[in-house]
Every structure is written in C-alpha cells, then in structure tokens.
C-alpha cells in the first residue's frame, strides 16, 4: 500500500493517466491526494473528474482557486431563472468546464464531489499538511485546520449560496484583524455565559449558527481563509496577501513581497512537512526540504508531478502531452 501526491492536475486527463500507470497505482490498495485544482484551463475536466468520482473512496483532493471558481459558477447559474439567460450566462464563461458538466448525466454528482472536498488534508503519522497554497504566515496547521474547517461546514449548508456571492474578495488579506473581531464580539456579548450562547460560539460545533448570528464576520473569516489556502502566492512585510505577482520569486522586484514560505513562522517546526500546488511559476522547485512545490504547470505545457509521501524528495512526473 502506498499513499502517493499528485500536483495540479487542471483536466490534463491523459498526463494523469500515464503519470498513476508509471508509479503503478493500484486503486484497490493505494491512495491518492491532489494538491486541488483538478480542473480549470486543461482539456479533460469531465474525464478527470470522473476518475476522482469512481476511486473517490481512495482519493482526498484538497479544493484549489479553479475548483471554487466552478462551484461558484454553478451557484451563479442555478440561480438564474429563465433559460435565456442561462444561455446567456454560459455563453459569457470563458472557461466552458460548467457547460460540459451540466450536459453530463452525473453533472449534479461532480458539483456534489467538489462541494464536499475538504480545505486542508494532515496526515498526523507522517506530520504532513496539505492544502492548495500553502500556509499562511499568520496561522499554524492547527489554524488553517480549524478555519478550513468553516469553510467546508459552510460550502456543504444552506449558507453555499452566500458564501459562493462573497468569496474572491481581496479585502480580506489579514488574519489579525478578523481574529481580533471575532475575539471581540465574544467579549462584548451580554449573554456570552449562557451555555446556550457558549455552544453556539463553540468553533468546533454550531458553525451554522454562528453564521446566523454573525454573518458578515463569519464570512470575513471564511474569504480570508479561501485567500490564504488558495490563492496565496507572495506576502507583503505586514503579512498581508498579495492577490496579484504570479512571478518566479527571484524575477520579483517588489522588495516588500515575499513568498508566505519566507516569512518568520513560530509555530512551524521543522518536522512538519508542507505539500502545496497552485504556483506554477516555481516549477517545482522545493522551497526547503520539508516545504514540497508541486505544481509543475502540466496545463502550461509544463509537466504534471507526483510524490509518494513515504519518501517526498523522489519525484515522477510525466511531461505535458495535450
Ligand atoms: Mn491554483
């Protein structure tokens, strides 16, 4: 039994294929975890994400950028009324992944997939952590757990909607001030005592409700959460997002940007191993032995790549064939 990470697949089906036919996957016996962004750009969403559909018992893909982007998409779709419209709405979409999804007989059973994948993945025998960005500066996995953790409860809740409308904001680029209001309204709330309230506020229980209660600030925490684990590349020096340099760190010349890899992390030790996709630009070259750059740019004609994590500094990888 092996359990194997696979980088950014982005619907490059036949690369995926030949890359689990190298290391000789066997679906019965070996696991697969994906650094998220199955699809989005590449050629073969549908066939992809059938595969993740079919072997979903041993495989755990952690939800990137493009995997959220369609999940809104389909919010934005299914909210509209009259078929015009719809026409109108897929017509617009650049990327075309919604319109082969809705016409396939198992579309609803893709979304449902993807809604149910979870933030971060951490393998607590290996001390392995994995999610799609990477690790924001301001948090530990214990953060980036508990507050992935939200937006799981939230995208599979009747709070989908709402979550999909706000989500991709860039406002929400520091953790402090949103843990500081969060800290905050506990501590001002009159009935803070009540056990009642005390389940209610309970991070590990009765996410819904604190939604209903405080929905501006648990969608603040939400979309901050969605930025650090998905869309993170640089930070400024204040530790705050950068949403915009996809540049190879060495070509940056911004010097108040650096790579959320560079910054002090107190609480990360050295035993912990961090697996992240999403930066192409890096081309897969390990940050620190313990912090793996999987992302090889399959869908750029790069290459796609994989790990087994018993042994994370070997890497297969098949070249870009689409
Ligand atoms: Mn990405």
């Known amino acids: 039994m092996s359990t194997y990470c696979i980088g950014d697949i982005h619907g490059c089906y036949d690369e995926f294929m030949a890359l689990l036919d190298l290391v000789k996957f066997n679906p019965k016996t070996d696991f697969l975890l994906t650094t998220g962004d199955v699809i989005g750009r590449g050629p073969k969403p549908i066939e992809t994400l059938n595969f993740l559909l079919k072997y979903q018992d041993r495989i755990i893909s952690v939800l990137g950028n493009h995997d959220l982007s369609l999940l809104r998409n389909y919010h934005l779709y299914s909210e509209l009324k009259d078929a015009a419209s719809k026409e109108k709405f897929l017509f617009n ?38 999610s799609h960005a990477g690790l924001s500066p301001e948090w530990n996995i214990f953060d980036a757990m508990k507050n992935g953790n939200h937006v799981e409860q939230l995208l599979r809740s009747e709070h989908f909607g709402i979550l999909m409308e706000n989500m991709f904001s860039d406002r929400q680029c520091r953790w402090a001030p949103i843990k500081a209001e969060i ?78 890899y560079d910054y002090p992390n107190s609480q990360f030790k050295n035993s912990q191993t961090i697996i992240f996709g999403h930066w192409a630009a890096l081309e897969g070259k390990n ?36």
Request: hydrophobic content about 35%.
């Open 287 to 322: 940050p620190a032995d313990n912090i793996i750059a999987l992302d090889t740019g399959c869908v750029w004609n790069g290459s796609l790549s994989l790990i087994n994590i018993e042994a994370p500094a070997k890497r297969y990888s098949v070249k870009a064939n689409h």
């Open 93 to 130: 979409l650049k990327a075309s992944e919604l319109k082969k999804i809705i016409n396939e007989k198992n579309g609803t059973e893709m979304i449902s997939f993807l809604r149910n994948c979870p933030m971060t993945f951490w393998d607590r025998r290996h001390n392995l952590f994995i």
């Open 183 to 260: 800290q905050n309204n506990f501590a001002q709330k009159p009935f803070k005592t009540s056990i009642h309230y005390r389940r209610h506020m309970d991070y590990e229980d009765g996410i819904y409700d604190y939604m209903s209660l405080y929905p501006s600030l648990e969608l603040d925490r939400c979309i901050y959460t969605i930025n650090a684990l998905t869309r993170m590349r640089f930070c400024y020096t204040d530790l705050s997002l950068d949403f915009d340099c996809k540049d190879k760190p060495k070509e940056n010349k911004n010097r108040n940007l650096k790579p959320w």
